[in-house]
Nanobody, 122 residues
Framework: VQLQAFGGGLVQAGGSLRLSCAAS????????MGWFRQAPGKEREFVAA????????YYADSVKGRFTISRDNAKNTVYLQMNSLKPEDTAVYYC????????????????WGQGTLVTVSS
């Protein structure tokens, strides 16, 4: 599976962005998908995950209620809708494909996209 994330950019605090992650390969629907982020000078951290059918999702406490992960298996795409953005959301966001169940652990994910930069100005 090859993943390509896009949709990042510069946005003011309180604004919204939607990230997309397009996957190649016919087995996309068998993978759970996750979003992670890495802020400057910090470790990469879990943001959100969705199960292989999209019936279940899990979020980091820092984004719960503001971000929504979703997927369209017919389009081989996973999305991250980000609302009420804060300066501390500034990071490179990565999508990843892993086990069919949801996981918050980087080590569970087998395939990674190249990352897309989100910058939130105050």
């Amino acid at each position: 599976v090859q993943l390509q994330a896009f949709g990042g950019g510069l946005v003011q605090a309180g604004g919204s962005l939607r990230l997309s992650c397009a996957a190649s390969g016919r087995t996309f629907s068998s993978y759970g998908m996750g979003w992670f982020r890495q802020a400057p000078g910090k470790e990469r951290e879990f943001v959100a995950a969705i199960s292989w059918r999209g019936g279940s999702a899990y979020y980091a406490d820092s984004v719960k209620g503001r971000f929504t992960i979703s997927r369209d298996n017919a389009k081989n795409t996973v999305y991250l809708q980000m609302n009420s953005l804060k300066p501390e959301d500034t990071a490179v966001y990565y999508c990843a494909a892993g086990p069919s169940y949801m996981s918050t652990l980087e080590s569970d994910y087998e395939y990674w996209g190249q990352g897309t930069l989100v910058t939130v100005s105050s």
